[in-house]
Every structure is written in C-alpha cells, then in structure tokens.
C-alpha cells in the first residue's frame, strides 16, 4: 500500500468516512503520475504519528480520498540524531536518503573546516532541499515519523542541543567502537566529520566538552559510508534485528 507524507492534515475534524484533502500538487502526482485508480487504498501520515487509511472513490478531478481508519501511534523508540560534516550535494542527498531509511530523527549539517562545499547563502535552499528528500524517503520506507533537517550549525552550536542522553564523535586513531560504547535505549546523537578529520581547533572543542570519541574501523571511511556504519550499529543493539 503506498504510503504519502502530508504535513498539513486536520486531525481535529477528520473522522472515518470523511473525505481527506491533500494540497493539490500531491493530489495531481497521486493521479496524474502514479496512476491511482478508484476502490485504491492509500495511507497518509502527518510525520507526527498519525496514520489515515483511504480509499480512492471517483476518478479525474473529481476523485477523492474517504478515510477508512484513523491511527495515532505512540513513539516508542529512542531518538536519533545525525550531526554530520557537509560534503558534496549528490553525496549529501543519498547520505539523507538513507539516514532516514535507518531510522534517523534529525540531521544537523554542521560546517567543519575542512569541508566547506557551499557558500553560506546557499544554506536556506540546501535546507529545504535536504527536507524534501527527507519526506520522500519517509514515505518510501513505511516510517511515520518524520526526520527533521536541521540548520547548519558550527561545532560549537552542538553543545547547546539537549535532546540526546548521549553524543558521540568519531576520529580516525581513537578507540574502536565496541557494544559498550551505545546505551541501550537511550537517544544518541552521533557526530561524524569529512574524510580530512576534524581540526586541532574542532578537536579541542569536542574534548573540552568531554564528548566521547571512537573510531569505526581501521580504514578512512567516506563521510556517508561512517553515517551509514554507525547507525546500523545502533539498530543492531537496540531493535534486536
């Protein structure tokens, strides 16, 4: 059944076998792209945990979606976040993709000396860009709930966010990372530099703030390729997969 991100849903008057409107640039991509056809059944999320069954009832422009079945699910997973050096578009962008694919909850782009392929003007549309395909992916791999694309923040800038129990840097030389090193059931945010390393100057920061640091293995991985290793890491420990 595919599934559709609409952040604009109004659960207060929606009840079963009320029709859902959609902005209508999903709606003519449902029916003009994907070929949706009448007795189709859909689902809808709101990226907050509500999940809409519908059925397609009419066909053209006069079809619509009447709600079947209304969910609102309980987060129950820790929350995870991604801190991670801006690296090249293209890179970025699958780097987002499948971010989300593993269960990430926010993406910080951070801004590190030795990776700096925008210039700063540019940030607000990486920004937009970056939660397009954040919401594109989340529909694709069934999650619901949504993964935020943060601003792009300096090292520094990391300090202030309280949300995570635990953080986590990675640096080529340090420890191994072992099955002590993520609390079970606790929220992490793990912060991942380019493939240059972090500065002396960043280094000094991470440290001053007592952060824990690992390495992953023993090669130089690719920005993403280290993103995509720790979070699997994280899955493994704690969803038992």
Sequence with gaps: MRRFFVDTINSDVLTTGSILNV???LFHRIKNVLRINEG??????DGKGLLISVEVVGSGKQASFKTTKI???????PLLGLAVSMIRRERFDLLVEKAVELGV?????VETEYSRPFASESYSKLEERWQRIAD????QCKRVFRCKINEVLKIDELFKETSFDEKIFFHFGKEKINSNA???NKSHLFIIGPEGGFSDKELALLNQEKINSYSLIDDILRTETAAFYVLSIFNFINFDV
């Design 23 to 25: 902005p209508e640039e």
């Design 136 to 139: 594109q992916a989340l529909s």
């Design 71 to 77: 969910d609102k699910i309980k987060r129950e997973k």
């Design 40 to 45: 189709d059944k859909l689902e809808f999320i």
């Design 182 to 184: 993520i609390k079970k």
């Design 105 to 109: 909850d926010i993406i910080i782009p």
